[in-house]
């Protein structure tokens, strides 16, 4: 189940990239893929090997988190800002969870 969140999670890091280039921002479009891509290797890296996958993405994740935290508090917009914030934190809270093995998240 965390992977399935976290996918939906990097997909919605790509499209706000997306969307940001439609008005205009070139730096939204790298950084929403960049940011999108690297869920994605640590999805994979979190196959292979659990605690170096899923530490990468809690990094990752909490990063992310923080950088959208900024974005808000400097423009106090729900969209785009804010909603990634929210995205950012229960990804966050996922991989952490699943790095500590304290919740599985197994249907």
Known sequence: MSEIVLMIYGVMLIA??????????KISLAAGSISGILVFI???????????????LSALTVLLSIMFLVRWIKTKKL??????????????????????GRYS???
């Open 16 to 25: 706000g990239g997306l969307m940001g280039a439609k008005a205009g921002s």
């Open 105 to 107: 998240f197994a249907p």
């Open 79 to 100: 969209m785009p800002s804010g909603i990634l914030l929210m995205l950012s934190l229960l990804a966050a809270g996922v991989t952490v969870l699943s790095l500590t």
């Open 42 to 56: 640590g999805l994979w890296m979190a196959a292979k090997d659990s605690s170096l996958g899923y530490g990468f």
